[in-house]
């Protein structure tokens, strides 16, 4: 009987050590991690062209450690899937509670269906955002401050020119996600994807489901000797749309002399037009109302 009970004692033994490796196993691996998260992307790309959120941005002017100007900046943000990367259009209605023109979705009411958009119709809706980057401060912002700037580094074009790694775990809307850091590659003559007046690099961090590849939360880091950028996105489930969509973005940019001459925000500007070598900005943004019209920018006539 011993003899017989040592054996089975063995036997359980065994079957319990094996079954560590075997679990350890089904972790998936950085590849599987990225290769979900870029199928991800192509659908959420397809599925969230149409989806109008509104904005309420506050802009802070911080250069010199001290508030030098506030503006509060109402938009309508229109997503698009534009040769497979999500764009944000941006289009304020009203600054500083004063209206820049009719709360009406103009952006959707030219392109989204059930409308047939032309090619002129998709030039006047991408002059919108630029008529309104006038109420940001600097040229870094305006580059880089659409909610979803970051999604192109997980994206399957921008994939094999990236460098990723494993970093780090949490809990996010109830969902266990792994941390997925990428950088842009370096080199003297390399030219980095934002397109910046200095070039700046872009490096950041995911935060992917690595069961499903879906994105819920990035972090977007660009450096230069000139510019440096912080831009956090959160996101949530929206329960009519079953998409994940952002809820908050938070900003922090600072230029450098030598970088291009700051813009001057309308009501904080210093009357005397100087411009300090080095100017701070830090903005918030809080996404709501969400609703939905299809556009599909491969039938414009």
Not at 58 to 65: A, K, S
Not at 151 to 175: A, E, H
Not at 248 to 257: A, F, G, S, V
Not at 278 to 298: F, W
Request: proline share 6%; aromatic share 6%; charged share 20%.
């Amino acid at each position: 009987m011993t003899t017989r009970r040592s054996n089975t004692l063995r036997v359980v033994g065994l079957a319990l050590l094996s079954a560590v490796p075997l679990e350890a196993s089904k972790q998936p691996t950085l590849e599987e991690i990225l290769g979900r998260a870029a199928e991800y992307h192509t659908t959420y790309a397809q599925r969230l062209s149409g989806v109008t959120l509104n904005e309420e941005a506050q802009v802070l002017d911080v250069t010199g450690g001290r508030t030098r100007g506030v503006i509060r900046i109402s938009s309508d943000v229109v997503f698009v899937n534009l040769q497979g990367q999500v764009a944000a259009l941006r289009d304020p209605f009203a600054v500083d509670t004063q209206a820049l023109r009719p709360r009406t979705p103009r952006i959707t009411a030219l392109i989204a269906a059930p409308a047939t958009p032309t090619s002129q119709d998709w030039d006047l809706v991408a002059s919108y955002p630029a008529q309104g980057s006038i109420h940001f401060i600097l040229d870094l912002q305006v580059k880089v401050n659409e909610p979803t700037t970051a999604l192109q580094f997980i994206s399957p074009t921008y994939q094999p020119s990236m460098k990723y790694r494993l970093d780090g775990r949490k809990t996010i809307n109830d969902v266990e996600t792994v941390g997925v850091r990428f950088e842009e590659p370096t080199g003297q003559d390399q030219f980095h994807v934002l397109g910046t007046r200095s070039n700046a690099r872009a490096t950041g961090r995911f935060w992917i489901d690595s069961l499903t590849g879906a994105i819920h939360q990035t972090e977007l880091w660009v450096d230069s000797k000139l510019e440096n950028a912080v831009v956090s996105v959160k996101c949530a489930r929206h329960a009519t749309l079953g998409l994940l969509l952002p809820t908050e973005m938070t900003e922090t940019y600072e230029e450098r002399e030598g970088g291009g001459a700051p813009r001057q925000m309308g009501r904080g500007a210093d009357p005397r037009g100087s411009v300090p070598s080095r100017v701070s900005v830090q903005s918030r943004s809080i996404y709501s109302g969400a609703t939905y019209s299809p556009i599909d920018l491969t039938k414009l006539r």
